[in-house]
């Protein structure tokens, strides 16, 4: 899939599959919530009102109140590419959110997928 494909993809398409992904490892909604506003700060209202409307993943991303600074701690692979080599920056915002997902989904503590207590 071409990466303007993505981005011109509703946020609302794209929210449940990140929920369902987390739920079918026992983990919660409440859990992708808090990983989404540590990434991009949004409130959970604001991610509610995004989920239900009609706004595209490139705005989302976009439109964030304050990404994290952290997320440049973010490494590891997703759908065999390292975030940490992708060049365009909208697109290494997006699989910064598909990495945290996929660590809650594996199991890993909130604190270190919010890598707190890192100098």
Known sequence: MDQQKIYDMEFA?????????????????????EVIQWLTGYGKKEIASAASGTISYADFFNHAP??????????????GVRVEDIEEPLMQEIRYLDKLVDELAKGRSMEKILRENKE
Not at 66 to 79: A, D, Q, T, V
């Open 66 to 79: 304050e990404l994290n600074p952290n997320r440049k701690l973010i490494k590891g692979s997703i759908c």
């Open 13 to 33: 398409k794209i929210y449940p599959l990140l929920v369902n992904k987390a739920k079918r490892k026992g983990r919660t909604e409440s859990e992708v919530q």
